[in-house]
């Protein structure tokens, strides 16, 4: 599948601007994050971008979340690493993170989220003034952005990486997209 057939599909399944925007930032980061370790940015991209295509079917049953998703990407004939990913990324299902793709999937979902909502608290409301030291004070912040789970973003360290330079590599690649997500 190409990066614009897996667009197409994103957006025929993902009506929700944010989620679409979300889904284009998890995409960007796992294409750096795959950079970084030598990995196929194609595959990895598609993990990224595709990783949420069930959301709006099963956002009331999160324990369907993701299988719903990895079965859609298994009958268009994804790869098989790219199908797991997806199931994974959802902890709700308890899938053990066998492989390196599917590790930086499961910790960059909620960094995307703690890295946008860090961006809207500026009154310029634009990735560009964001650096990872504010990023780290935010993420030590409890009540900010309750719904990205430090716990998963903390699950960097299965990567080998540092939590700073897991939020720079993240942050980095959402600006050079900062267009496409309005920041």
Not at 87 to 97: F, M, S, T
Not at 126 to 149: C, Q, T
Request: charged fraction near 30%.
């Amino acid at each position: 599948m190409t990066r614009e057939e897996a667009l197409q599909l994103m957006e025929k399944h993902i009506k929700t601007k944010n989620l679409r925007k979300h889904c284009l930032a998890v995409e960007a980061v796992m294409r750096a994050l795959a950079r970084h370790f030598g990995e196929d940015e194609e595959k990895w991209g598609l993990a990224g971008l595709l990783h949420d295509i069930d959301y709006e079917m099963t956002k009331d049953e999160p324990e369907r979340h993701s299988l719903v998703g990895a079965e859609m990407l298994t009958d268009l004939g994804l790869p098989e690493d790219v199908v797991y990913a997806v199931k994974a990324h959802n902890g709700h299902h308890g899938l053990p993170r066998t492989d390196l793709m599917s590790r930086a999937l499961y910790a960059t979902d909620p960094l995307t989220g703690l890295i946008v909502a860090a961006a809207l608290i500026r009154p310029e409301k634009k990735l560009a003034v964001i650096d990872v030291p504010f990023l780290m004070n935010r993420y030590h912040e409890k009540s900010f952005a309750r719904g990205a789970s430090r716990e998963t973003i903390a699950a960097c360290s299965d990567l080998g990486l540092s939590l700073e330079d897991f939020m720079h590599i993240g942050l980095e690649a959402m600006k050079e997209i900062a267009g496409d997500l309005g920041l």
